[in-house]
């Protein structure tokens, strides 16, 4: 089965169904999926949800539902996912999030994330993790750079499951490979 990872403040873990409907409205959030080519409907937000745990189960890692320990709450996901779209670093292995607003700013995406990729670098033995947003998305960009990731400009692509001229359609990469350990 697949690893949870702890934090001071955070559990990542596997999906309940009690996560679906949280999970749903932050889908239709403007503001959250404001960096996306669209909000999701309920059913596109569960069919989400169904292959996400698949690609755990499959894995053994995935992108895993955070939860706020000291709440118990849902908060949204943080994790690992296969970026296989046709581009010059794909496939790779991506670092994702998505959290609802209300936990938004409070560390918790960089918090999570730094333990994820301390998990992809120690106990998968990756080689280089990848995360990459719409260029306009400054928010997430911060965090990459907070958990150490590196830009170069010169890996910046326009995504191609967007249509030319799409105003989200070019996106930065940001890259980290494992650390040197003796």
Known sequence: MTTEIRTSR???????????????????????????????????????????????????????????????????????????????????????????????????ATEAARSVLDHAFRSLDLEEVVSFTAASNVRSQRVMQKIGMRHDPADDFDHPQLPEGHPLRRHVLYRMSRPFTT
């Open 10 to 108: 955070v559990l990542l873990r596997l999906w309940r169904d009690t996560d679906r409907e949280p999970f749903a409205v932050l889908n239709a959030d403007p503001e959250v999926m404001e960096h996306f080519p669209n909000v999701l409907s309920r059913a596109d937000s569960d069919a989400l949800v169904d292959r996400i745990v698949a690609g755990i189960y499959q894995r053994g890692w995935g992108l895993w539902a955070l939860e706020v320990t000291a709440t118990a709450s849902f908060a949204g996901f943080v994790g690992l996912n296969m970026a296989t779209f046709d581009a010059p670093f794909t496939p790779a292995v991506e670092i994702g999030w998505r959290l609802s607003r209300p936990y938004w700013s409070r560390g918790l």
